[in-house]
């Protein structure tokens, strides 16, 4: 069964930085990608970065390229999220979302974006609060 686990969210000032950890279980790691994702309130769940886990191939979104960076460390495999520069537009829930590497590569080729609809697995969330 695959299991994620995210942790790192918090309170942060803009202009500030966090780190959000995803920790991965239950599948063969080579094989898959993880995403990570945000929902605020009142919107959709936006797909940010994207990752395959042994390929080293990375996505982002646009609104979070150049600011965010996404890293794998297969010996702890886990997939953080590094945040910086951040802004009160990047409170959300964030989310992790884990599936095999081909299905969430075909998808992002398909539609140019990180869709929720690529992974089947995913984490609980993780509240990150952005505010002065």
């Known amino acids: 069964e695959v299991q994620l686990v995210e942790s790192g969210g918090g309170l942060v000032r803009p202009g500030g930085s966090l780190r959000l950890a995803c920790v991965a279980s239950g599948f063969t790691f080579d094989d898959y990608a993880i995403g990570w994702f945000r929902q605020a309130p009142g919107k959709e769940r936006e797909g940010i970065s994207s990752t395959g886990l042994n390929d080293g191939s990375t996505v982002y979104a646009d609104s979070v390229r150049g600011r965010f960076t996404i890293s794998v460390d297969n010996a702890k495999n886990t997939v953080y999220l590094q945040m910086n520069a951040m802004k009160p537009e990047d409170a959300a829930v964030y989310y992790c979302?884990?599936?095999?590497?081909?299905?969430?590569?075909?998808?992002?080729?398909?539609?140019?974006?990180?869709?929720?609809?690529?992974?089947?697995?995913w984490g609980q969330g993780t509240q990150v609060t952005v505010s002065s």
């Open positions: 979302a884990a599936d095999q590497l081909l299905t969430v590569a075909a998808a992002i080729a398909r539609s140019g974006a990180i869709k929720s609809h690529a992974f089947r697995s």
